[in-house]
């Protein structure tokens, strides 16, 4: 896998994608994955023009961002790092932020969960992507809103809905 790729999606969107860790080369078309999940996201929610990166690493690398940045001391699968201040009127730059996630805990849960690595990998860059844009889970109205917007997107991609209850017997 190369360590970045980079490129206009089609609609305005341009995504940066680093690999910072030799563990993603387990599977190569994460880039691809993420890209275009982020790609389908940035569709649904009609946003014309953002720049992001998208940063692939390992449990050590986010649970120092984890604990630095949200006093958590915990690796963690997806942070998103949003470069407008909450609640504040976003800067008309198009950048919009960060996003990092974490090989092995996104192998973990995905096998924990029955899934495949790639829908849970693509699952993850949506949810990380909707925070950069605002969204947020903090509380059941707001997590029921990007829950429903994410089984949305996840849909267009062929991506089982992540919230569905999973078989008794799975």
């Excluded at 008309?92 to 932020?97: A, E, F, L, N, T």
């Excluded at 990380?128 to 267009?156: C, P, Q, S, V």
């Amino acid at each position: 896998m190369k360590p970045r790729v980079r490129g206009r999606t089609g609609i305005g969107t341009q995504i940066e994608v680093i690999v910072r860790s030799a563990r993603w080369k387990k599977q190569p078309k994460a880039a691809t994955i993420v890209k275009s999940a982020v790609l389908a996201a940035a569709k649904a929610v009609s946003t014309s023009r953002a720049e992001l990166a998208i940063v692939l690493t390992h449990d050590s690398a986010i649970k120092a961002l984890n604990r630095d940045w949200r006093g958590q001391d915990v690796p963690t699968n997806v942070l998103s790092f949003p470069a407008a201040t909450p609640g504040k009127k976003r800067h008309p730059s198009p950048y919009i932020g960060d996003i990092v996630i974490a090989y092995e805990t996104t192998a973990r849960e995905a096998a924990a969960e029955g899934k495949p690595f790639k829908h849970h990998l693509a699952h993850l860059a949506v949810h990380g992507f909707l925070h950069l844009l605002g969204y947020d889970h903090e509380n059941d109205r707001d997590a029921r809103t990007m829950e429903r917007l994410e089984r949305k997107i996840l849909a267009r991609i062929a991506v089982p809905d992540p919230y569905a209850p999973r078989d008794a017997e799975a």
